[in-house]
């Protein structure tokens, strides 16, 4: 199986009362908090994979890893329907994949939303261009503004990339701002996209300091 990038394993959505489902109550009846933990590893691993699936065969792999018995593991694989299994292969858990769907497609969006408002912010400086407006101290600070936020959307399309790729890029090339630049110097360019991503104003405050 192939891995995902470490970035895209930082983050999946968990109800709080998971644990209250009634297939977990059983879980946790017949095979006490053991079960349910691995329950949990079972999840966590499918969520690193490039598909969300996991071979039945490296369940005893796993098992040795996090201290358990590769039956035991089997058995909430199988017995508790909180996973499927194909073709006595592999598994995979629907309500995973139903998460991640929702996750990526609300991601895609955001893209999406970001490219838009940052063709709008360009039109209208063009247009104040354009309109011979004065530049005054006001003006340039939210012209900086306007910058980083810009420099902030050019991060965002880096999103998608893998952390061996973004190890890659020359941050130089990007014709950002010196004060970008310096924050991702200060906490690495992974990080950075990643606020990038999920906390845009967060991000521009701090670059902005």
């Not at 968990?14 to 079972?42: N, Q, R, T």
């Not at 966590?44 to 996991?54: D, G, W």
């Not at 995973?96 to 063709?119: D, F, P, T, Y």
Request: glycine share 4%; hydrophobic share 35%.
């Amino acid at each position: 199986m192939i891995m995902s990038n470490k970035k895209d394993a930082y983050y999946f959505s968990h109800d709080s009362d998971a644990k209250d489902d009634p297939k977990c109550m059983l879980l946790i009846e017949e095979l006490g908090l053991e079960g349910y933990g691995i329950f949990w590893v079972l999840v966590e691993t499918l969520r690193q994979q490039k598909n969300f699936i996991y071979p039945l065969k490296l369940l005893s792999s796993l098992a040795r890893k996090y201290n358990t018995t590769v039956v035991k593991m089997e058995v909430v694989v199988r017995n508790y329907d909180l996973f499927v299994v194909e073709n006595d292969t592999f598994f995979f858990s629907c309500s995973l994949n139903k998460r991640m769907e929702l996750m990526n497609n609300k991601r895609e969006q955001a893209k999406l939303a970001g490219i838009k408002s940052g063709e709008a912010r360009r039109n209208k400086k063009i247009e104040q261009k354009l309109n011979g407006r004065s530049t005054n101290v006001e003006q340039l600070n939210k012209s900086k503004v306007n910058k980083i936020k810009e420099n902030i959307e050019a991060l965002l399309s880096l999103s998608s990339l893998s952390s061996e790729e973004l190890s890659r890029v020359n941050i130089q090339k990007l014709s950002l701002e010196n004060a970008t630049l310096k924050f991702i110097e200060k906490i690495g360019l992974q990080k950075t996209v990643d606020y990038a991503e999920n906390h845009q104003d967060y991000l521009l405050k701090e670059i902005l300091q």
